[in-house]
């Protein structure tokens, strides 16, 4: 008897070990997957009850931490981790009677899966054997499981159930340690959101294509520009060119990324959401070639065109040496840097000079006429330099080299960009500058674009896991270059305006004025969002931004404008006044004569009324005056000599007028931007002060947008002030709302997308242009009257303007009212639901342990 009852005592301990039993010592997990209503989003809420000894490691640790065990499951998405939008604060209940009795905890963690309409598959697996280990003794080894679900469909359960309900399962209790079959079950459910997805994995193929959106945008306005400084002689073969520059720049960046593709976790990532998922820059990052061809082809391309426009001629032989050795020395330099190169790339350099001369060689001789044997070198030396680039682009994206190394190339194949905007300053100023001059210029924009990467470079970290200036200690032909690129930006609208300053006489006529106010609306366009670097341009909003001004810009500056409107800068003051007073006089007679129609009616048919020849003599002698065209025309014609011109003030003065008032006017929206916005499309690391250059640069655009108007005012289409301000508001404001838009609603590039941001965001940029526009006509309408020593209501009747002002006030009060209610109750949203409180980062959905086989 007593044998039998030691093995069914023996019998009876395991059966209970194994959670047969009811077991008070163990533990319970209840996965909950809801679906919180106020955000939209799916919740999923985490709470484990278990008791712990008094004496325990564990209990102890709970005690000195503060952090309970709430582990052992994890959650995918659609088959990948899922991304958060937030969490609450991790809660933990213990309760303990006495010191000698064990102690009660409660553990309790929510979590928000990232926002996405549509279908929603939902894995949750659970591994309490990888979660118990390495955890203090006194956790306990037997677990109950349960994972609630309502409303969500149930499949592809997996390991021993114990119950099931239509929206709950529990698995059978088991020892962690004997934990042999996986735990998991597939939740399915269709979801349908009114608020825009919180997640959007983006795709290389659509970071390339809205790059090359903005270079074909860039590239239009550029070919204008390059045709018209080539002269009457070659426009379209120069125009071609430049297009096939862009095409080109295309291809080697759809081809062109780094390899190896960057880590998720490296630093100096580019990524402006918080959600989880792989930033741009891990999906896209410009790789050494097109870095390559963007500072050094391009840049050369330039300096030689400089050159031909400046002297008639193709490059000398001199400007083709320097321009075709650099390349070979920075090969040759990471060749033989500790590298080992393969034979094959050598046979490529050797092939490539042979293409050269073979082009050199064609052109010279089977060229047709003499041009093709004046540019025989220079395309030759072309071949070279492309050649040469790409084979130093390929190379350096398979083989790493020193410091050292990468600093020297990156000095040789820089300061072809601060040699073209040197040459462009004698075109610019209209005087060739001194060799001292030219030297100190050159010398300051190479040492201003190479300044990060070198101070980088002797810059020792202060804490080595923590390194601001890791990214510019990289390739500097790798990455978005976002300040070499501001620089770049902002040397190159200086010296527009300094061309059009140069050339802003009453009456006076550039080569180039025309195109380039089509280039300076583009680069307004690139600066709407701060600082311009690759990173704005791969952003679908800014690069359709962009493509809509060069395109807008052809409709708002036609080509020819300036041949066509030249007889409007050539007005005078007095001959404004003679415009005027013919326009206002025959308006006052089309006026006289529609009231002369009114009143003839009743003095018709009086017995002592108009006669019906004194009535045909009125009417004649009311005529508007001129032969050609009905009469409407002849008054149209009149309205637009007296409108259209500036009123004898010369463009110079004109243009900066028109960028004081379009800043006077912005100055509201501005300030508002300035306070709560921040920069975009920069550096992960923002040194030299380039977070406040960006903001001013944000700020400045809009001081382009009002010297175009008043620079090119007798240009622009349109026949009154109000018409060429609806003009430009109509290629301004669409690309204004566009670059808002993707930072508002697109969650690559906010933390928070959200349908009510965007309208308010857009609706106050929207009316910030509207202001600008309208404030620049009305106020170029006034002057136009002033300058004829009229009143303004001579020019505008304010009485026939009542019926529409006093509606659309209303309009714009409600409107301006709304926006305020709807700031104030974000603002305070933001205030009364902080997004967290207390923990800093959120509980861990997907557990580093796997489940048993």
């Given amino acids: 008897m007593c044998l039998l009852g030691f093995c069914l005592s023996g019998v009876a301990s395991a059966w209970a070990a194994d959670g047969g039993a009811d077991n008070d010592s163990a533990g319970r997990l209840v996965v909950e997957i809801g679906w919180d209503a106020s955000r939209q989003e799916v919740v999923v809420r985490g709470r484990c009850t278990y008791s712990l000894p008094a004496g325990s490691e564990a209990l102890a640790q709970l005690r000195k931490e503060g952090d309970a065990f709430c582990r052992g499951y994890s959650v995918q998405v659609n088959g990948q981790d899922p991304a958060t939008d937030g969490w609450d604060t991790a809660t933990n209940n213990v309760t303990q009677e006495s010191p000698h009795s064990p102690a009660w905890v409660e553990a309790k963690s929510v979590s928000f899966l990232s926002r996405r309409s549509g279908p929603q598959e939902l894995e949750v697996s659970i591994a309490m054997r990888g979660a118990l280990d390495g ?10 499981v349960e994972v609630r679900a309502p409303r969500w469909s149930f499949r592809q359960i997996r390991g021993p159930v114990e119950s099931q309900s239509a929206g709950a399962v529990s698995w059978t209790p088991t020892t962690a340690k004997r934990w042999g079959v996986a735990r998991s079950v597939v939740l399915q459910r269709n979801l349908r959101t009114t608020k825009p997805d919180s997640t959007r994995q983006q795709t290389r ?111 000398s032989p001199r400007v083709l040496l320097v321009s075709c050795v650099p390349p070979l020395l920075a090969f040759s330099l990471v060749a033989v840097d500790g590298t080992m190169v393969k034979p094959g790339v050598w046979s490529r350099l050797i092939g490539i000079g042979v293409c050269a001369l073979l082009a050199l060689l064609a052109l010279r001789h089977l060229g047709p006429g003499g041009s093709g044997r004046r540019w025989a070198a220079t395309a030759g030396a072309l071949v070279w330099i492309v050649g040469v680039t790409l084979l130093l682009g390929d190379v350096r994206s398979h083989y790493a080299v020193t410091d050292e190394t990468e600093l020297t190339v990156g000095l040789l194949c820089t300061w072809p960009a601060a040699a073209w905007l040197t040459s462009l300053s004698g075109p610019v100023l209209r005087r060739t500058l001194g060799l001292g001059v030219r030297t100190v210029c050159f010398v300051g ?41 501001c620089v770049l930006a902002v040397c190159g609208v200086a010296l527009q305006l300094v061309y059009l300053l140069r050339r802003g006489a009453v009456g006076g006529r550039g080569r180039a004025v025309e195109p380039v106010g089509r280039v300076l609306l583009v680069c307004a366009a690139l600066m709407a969002l701060g600082n311009p670097s690759l990173r704005t341009l791969s952003m679908w909003g800014d690069a359709l931004a962009v493509l809509w001004v060069a395109l807008g810009s052809l409709l708002l500056l036609p080509v020819g404008a300036d041949t066509a409107a030249a007889k409007f800068r050539r007005v005078g003051r007095q001959a404004h006044a003679r415009f005027m007073d013919r326009w ?153 709302v566009l670059s808002m838009t993707v930072l508002t609603v697109d969650p690559q590039y906010t933390t928070a997308p959200s349908w009510a941001d965007m309208a308010v965001a857009c609706g106050g940029l929207a009316g910030q242009t509207f202001v600008v526009c309208m ?79």
């Avoid at 050369?300 to 400046?310: E, I, L, M, N, P």
């Fill in 445 to 485: 924009l190479w040492s201003l674009l190479m300044y990060p990467s070198v101070v980088a470079r002797v810059t020792e970290p202060a804490v080595a896991w923590s390194d601001p200036w890791s990214y510019y200690r990289a390739s500097f032909f790798e990455g978005y270059l976002g300040f070499p690129l």
């Fill in 135 to 144: 955890h203090p003794e006194g956790l306990p080894e037997v677990w109950t």
């Fill in 205 to 315: 193929f659509e970071l390339v294509t809205a790059f090359e959106v903005a270079v074909l945008g860039t590239g239009a306005v550029s070919a204008l520009l390059v045709a018209r400084l080539a002269g009457p002689s070659t426009p379209r073969r120069w125009a071609r060119a430049a297009l096939w520059a862009a095409v080109a720049t295309y291809l080697l960046a759809l081809g062109d990324t780094q390899r190896p593709p960057l880590p998720t976790d490296s630093s100096g990532i580019f990524t402006l959401t918080g959600s989880g998922v792989p930033g741009p820059d891990t999906i896209w990052k410009p790789g050494p070639t097109l870095g390559l061809w963007l500072w050094y082809v391009l840049p050369v391309a330039g300096w030689w065109f400089t050159r031909r426009v400046v002297t008639g001629r193709p490059p």
């Fill in 584 to 736: 206002v006089g025959a308006q006052l007679v089309w006026d006289a004569r529609a009231d002369l129609q009114r009143t003839a009616r009743s003095a018709l048919t009086e017995d002592n009324g108009m006669s019906p020849s004194d009535f045909s003599a009125h009417w004649d002698a009311l005529k508007v005056p001129g032969r050609c065209g009905d009469p409407a025309t002849r008054l149209a014609r009149l309205k637009r000599f007296a409108l259209g011109s500036s009123a004898g003030v010369a463009p110079r003065i004109a243009g900066p007028a028109g960028a004081a008032l379009a800043l006077l006017l912005a100055l509201p929206w501005a300030t508002y931007k300035l306070v709560t916005g921040s920069a975009v499309g920069a550096d992960g690391y923002m040194p030299f002060h380039l977070t406040e250059i960006s903001k001013v640069l944000r700020f400045a655009h809009w001081a382009l947008y009002g010297f175009v108007f008043g620079y090119y005012y007798a240009l622009l289409r349109g026949s009154t002030p109000i018409g060429k301000a609806g003009m430009l508001m109509a290629v301004v404001l669409p690309a204004e």
């Fill in 775 to 853: 404030g620049l006509g009305l106020c170029w309408e006034w002057w136009l009257a002033r300058a004829a020593a009229m009143k303004w209501s001579q020019v505008r009747n304010f009485r026939r303007l009542s019926s529409i002002t006093v509606p659309l006030s209303t309009v714009l009060v409600a409107a301006a009212t709304a926006f305020a209610t709807v700031v104030a109750g974000a603002w305070a949203q933001q205030e009364l639901q902080p997004p967290s409180s207390g923990s800093t980062s959120p509980p861990p959905l997907v557990s580093t342990s796997q489940p048993a086989p």
